[in-house]
């Protein structure tokens, strides 16, 4: 006490000998007085105001004033939050003989002195007594944005200890420091808070700064509690008294940074049991409001929840409100896949975890969100969807039937898939298998190997038997001598050389082989049979439309395919007026009309197209190469031989007339491009008993739109490509806020095509407003949509505007 109350005389006579300016030896006083006094702690409140206004004047005072290694040791060794509020105030406005690096150097001693640890410790004290909040909320704002003050002022200039990077692990080692004093403060049986610490936890974590700080804190944290119940209790408590506002960014910083659900569950406690708003970010925030998370954290999370009895009861709850937003009709029609993905993703883990009691007691319940989740994905457009609608599907059915049937869908397995079904089988953390050592790990194998063995007896032992007791066991049919077939060819039937006889063997010719071979040979029949094929295309084209499959034929639907789509070319407009006809008419499924449309999109395609290019397309023959045989004594074509191989061996630069040019041919879809187009795009919005575009078939539109888009494509520099956009656009626009996002991709590449095809100037002319209004709905699109491929094409749209603007700018000017 005594020592104490000499500090008040000395702190008085440096502030005096500071202003005589001659204050190296009581400043040298005052710091043997505050180390006889047993440190900065010992100051009381009046202390603190003369210490603080020391440290005050001696920022003011100039440099001559100032002994050079002892004024530092002030700032050092006095109380921290006093030092660092006076050196952050020089550093913001420095007088005329105190530069900002000074202060920068005394601040990155503070820091490598561990004084910030010393400054946390000294204000859990204080409030454990009832300090003054707003001193430590102005501590706080110091601590957390130190680098931002430094930075801000030295513009670039700061030590590379002020990085953020280097910062707030240091930060952290510090938080460690402090809360190993309130560990030992606790075992000696004395009071101290844990709150300043929370809320500089708390405030890095808002600021970004997770990765840096929690990387140097949950590690040790991991040490210290694995079986130390006071440390438990402590890092409870670090968590627990971080303010709501910080909440979800400290619960999500040790998600993700811990290593398993175990060890979560262990430096959380039952957190979300006392904290509502932890509740809330772990139950809803981070599942149904954010997808952007790994499939590690759904583990830690939904684990965390299950590994306590307290917290069970949250996981049967998240498990019911996941399974509500997966069997929303609206939440499927809006959401991006990779929220469904995501949702699907927690289903799954959520399953793995429950046990048999639990499936009991909500069986029916999950019975019902399987059937109503599993008919909103198999109604989407997107396979995607319908796949992820499967998989879960087959999940929860296979959890809710252990004895009876499940559900099988049949989908293409990839590492998604396997992915998400793995994910159903629950794997214990850190399940290590420990190594044998070599003695063990040889007399097990040795062990196992005789089983080994013996399996493999049973499989090659059995031909070899004695030949007494194989004559004995010999039937008398072994005696029968097989027949030799090596030679035996197949007998082929042959194929129809007419198209009418064709016709007839399609449509009531009882011979399946006759049957097969005229569906593989009926398109090159048609190819090469133009005139035959006009005059009965259109009933042709008929009978293909309904051809069903006789036999299992390999490869059916291409070959019935590519003879429709020959066809269509060799008679465009009769065949695809009746094709288009029969889209909009009543009776045929959904498959057919689907047909119908995969048809007109190859047969444009190919119309569009130089002869040349699609007659090597249909031929699908190689180029043929030049061989020298050996041996031979031909010399004939040596000159050619070795041309052709200098030719192959040179590399040209440029392409002079000695090179062949491709034949051109007349854009044969040119003429067509209405008669396939404008008959799809009329009746859309007229519903049939069987059929409603806009209603439930939302797939089949879909498939539409994309033809559309095709349509308007291939049929650039056509007569009909203005009428066509125009079109096109008004149809665009009456379905623009359509629900289903595969639709609304067709439509955006619709207006890809339309700008693709449609001459500037046509555009500019004719559709000025419309393209105005087009515009201004993409930019919405691009900020808006929830689908990530809609946002993508819209932009897109939006840059071909931009560049179409900039083409007609001379024209214009």
């Known amino acids: 006490m005594a020592a104490a109350a000499g500090l008040e005389p000395a702190l008085r006579e440096a502030a005096a000998a500071l202003e005589r300016g001659a204050a190296a030896a009581a400043l040298g006083a005052l710091r043997a007085a505050l180390a006889a006094a047993g440190g900065s702690a010992a100051l009381g409140e009046r202390e603190r105001a003369l210490f603080g206004a020391l440290l005050r004047s001696l920022a003011r005072a100039p440099r001559a004033a100032r002994p050079e290694g002892v004024w530092q040791r002030c700032f050092l060794e006095g109380p921290p939050g006093l030092g660092l509020c006076v050196l952050l105030e020089a550093l913001a406005s420095p007088g005329p003989s105190f530069h900002p690096s000074e202060a920068a150097e005394v601040l990155e001693q503070f820091l490598q002195e561990g004084r910030i640890s010393a400054l946390m410790w000294d204000v859990c004290q204080q409030q454990a007594q009832a300090g003054s909040p707003e001193l430590q909320e102005a501590l706080l704002s110091k601590v957390v944005c130190l680098p931002d003050h430094v930075s801000n002022k030295l513009q670039g200039k700061n030590p590379p200890v002020f990085f953020p990077q280097n910062y707030f692990p240091l930060l952290g080692g510090a938080i460690i420091q402090v809360l190993q004093k309130i560990s030992d403060s606790l075992r000696g049986g004395l009071d101290c808070s844990i709150s300043f610490v929370s809320h500089v936890l708390g405030k890095a974590c808002v600021h970004g700064r997770q990765k840096e700080i929690l990387g140097v804190l949950v590690p040790r944290l991991m040490d210290l509690t694995k079986s130390d119940c006071i440390w438990q209790r402590i890092c409870w408590r670090l968590v627990e008294c971080v303010p709501d506002r910080w909440m979800e960014a400290v619960v999500l ?103 048999e009691p639990e499936i009991e007691s909500c069986r029916q319940e999950l019975l019902t969100s399987m059937m109503e989740g599993v008919k909103c994905h198999l109604d989407s457009s997107l396979p995607q969807i319908r796949r992820l609608g499967m998989i879960v599907a087959e999940s929860i059915s296979s959890k809710i039937n252990t004895d009876g049937p499940v559900l099988k869908f049949q989908y293409e397995e990839d590492d998604e898939a396997r992915e998400l079904k793995s994910l159903l ?124 499959e006789k036999t299992c034929i390999e490869g059916f639907v291409e070959l019935r395919q590519r003879a429709q789509v020959a066809v269509l070319t060799t008679d465009p407009i009769p065949v695809a007026k009746y094709l288009t006809s029969q889209f909009y008419s009543l009776n045929y499924s959904l498959r057919q009309r689907m047909d119908i449309l995969d048809v007109l999109v190859l047969a ?210």
Not at 513 to 538: I, Y
Not at 699 to 714: I, N, Q
Request: hydrophobic residues 40%; proline residues 5%.
């Open 604 to 813: 444009a395609r190919e119309l569009s197209y130089p002869k040349s290019l699609g007659k090597t397309k249909h031929s699908g023959a190689q180029k043929p190469c030049i061989q020298l045989l050996p041996g031979s004594d031909s010399s004939k074509d040596w000159r050619r031989i070795v041309d052709e191989r200098i030719k192959s061996k040179t590399r040209r630069f440029a392409t002079g007339p000695s090179q062949g040019e491709l034949a051109s041919s007349p854009n044969e879809f040119s003429s067509v491009a209405g008669h396939f187009f404008f008959p799809l795009i009329q009746h859309f919005d007229r519903p049939l008993t069987t059929f409603d575009l806009l209603g439930e078939d939302h797939f089949v539109l879909g498939r539409l739109v994309h033809t559309l888009a095709v349509l308007m494509y291939l049929a650039v520099n056509t007569v009909a490509v203005t009428a066509m956009g125009k079109a096109l656009l008004e149809f665009v626009w009456a379905l623009r806020f359509h629900t289903d996002s595969y639709v609304r991709q067709g439509l955006l590449s619709c207006i890809s095509s339309l700008l693709l095809s449609v001459p500037a100037q046509h555009l500019l002319e004719d559709m000025t407003e419309e393209l105005l209004e087009t515009q201004s709905w993409l930019g919405d699109v691009v900020e808006k949509d929830p689908d990530g491929d809609c946002r993508k094409l819209a932009l897109q749209n939006l840059l071909l505007m931009e560049n179409l603007k900039k083409k007609l700018e001379p024209v214009l000017s």
């Open 425 to 548: 089988v629950q794997t214990p953390p850190f399940c290590v298998v420990p190594s044998l050592p070599d003695d063990d790990r040889n007399e097990k194998a040795d062990a196992a190997l005789p089983l080994v063995l013996e399996s493999d007896k049973s499989h090659t032992a059995a031909p070899v038997t004695p030949v007494e007791e194989s004559d004995a066991e010999l039937d008398s049919d072994d005696d029968l001598i097989p027949y030799d077939m090596s030679e035996d060819k197949e007998l082929k039937t042959k194929a129809p050389v007419y198209i009418r006889d064709c016709i007839e063997v399609l449509t009531g010719s009882e011979d399946v082989d006759k049957w097969e071979a005229t569906v593989k040979a009926l398109e090159s029949l048609v190819r090469k049979n133009p005139a035959a094929t006009r005059e009965v295309s259109v009933e042709l084209a008929k009978i293909l439309l309904h051809l069903e």
């Open 253 to 355: 910083g040790f998600v993700q940074r811990t290593p398993g659900a175990d060890v979560l569950s262990r430096l959380l406690g039952n957190l979300v049991v006392k904290n509502k708003k932890a509740q809330f970010v772990v139950t809803q925030k981070l599942l149904l409001l954010q997808y952007c998370h790994t499939t590690a954290v759904l583990q830690n999370l939904l684990g965390y929840l299950a590994l306590d009895g307290l917290r069970r009861p949250l996981l049967t709850k998240v498990l019911q409100e996941l399974l509500e937003t997966w069997g929303s009709s609206s939440a499927v029609k809006h959401s991006p896949p990779e929220q469904q993905l995501y949702i699907s993703k927690a289903i799954l883990i959520c399953l793995s975890h429950l046990k």
